[in-house]
């Protein structure tokens, strides 16, 4: 097997397999239609749904208790090829990682109304400093000057503890309140992460996006695991 990454470090090449890159696009035409694209999902949230006669319709979670923003895009699951990128991503600070995750995501990436602001979920100072890498900043910032959609930066209030191992309301429980934008913002806008797992975090930064005057609100994440 190809060592992961000498296959990120070939520009030109696909990112997956080496084979020659379709179009100047990091992926291979074989690659790109059997990565884990995250269909059927609940519109809302972007939970992974089973084929069905409901699939592609709002989940039960969603029905019951809508979040904070109104629709995800979230393109590809966490799982497989897909979530070994992501860790080379967020926990070795890989710029081609990166790269490729962005490609992926514009190019499933349709937009009617565009947003008129991004926001990414903002890391604590304290937090960034100590990682070294912000890992959703990066993405919302080349996303912006892809698109042309001005970049809004939100803050935390506090130094939450990790989301990792929390349960669904575990997570709310710890974000609640945890966000705030000093400007008023535009009526649209989009909320952007690396992963998406229950929401939680988005959730929250979309309750202090709607305080701020925003009335239409995406999340937008890379990937989405079960929540």
Same mark, same amino acid.
């Given at each position: ?142 996303? @912006? ?75 937008? @994440? ?6």
């Amino acid at each position: 097997m190809v060592d992961h990454a000498l296959r990120l470090a070939l520009p030109g090449r696909c990112a997956f397999c080496l084979a020659p890159g379709v179009a100047g696009q990091p992926w291979c035409s074989a690659c790109f239609e059997t990565l884990p694209w995250n269909l059927p999902a609940c519109p809302c949230c972007a939970e992974p749904q089973p084929p069905g006669a409901l699939a592609g319709r709002r989940c039960g979670r969603c029905l019951v208790e809508p979040p904070g923003f109104d629709r995800t895009r979230a393109p590809l699951r966490y799982q497989g090829e897909v979530a070994a990128l992501m860790r080379r991503f967020k926990f070795h600070a890989s710029p081609r990682a990166g790269s490729v995750l962005l490609a992926l995501f514009t190019a499933r990436l349709t937009l009617e109304a565009p947003p008129q602001a991004l926001l990414a979920v903002p890391l604590h100072p304290r937090r960034a400093r100590a990682r070294g890498f912000d890992q959703a900043d990066w993405l919302a910032c080349r996303l @912006a000057r892809r698109l042309g959609i001005v970049l809004i930066r939100a803050r935390r209030r506090r130094d939450t503890r990790s989301q990792r191992g929390l349960d669904r309301r575990e997570r709310s429980r710890n974000l609640r309140d945890g966000f705030v934008v000093d400007r008023p913002l535009p009526l649209r806008v989009a909320l952007v992460d690396d992963v998406m797992t229950t929401g939680a975090t988005l959730n929250a930064l979309a309750v202090a996006c709607r305080r701020a005057g925003a009335q239409d609100i995406e999340a937008w @994440a890379m990937a989405r695991t079960p929540g």
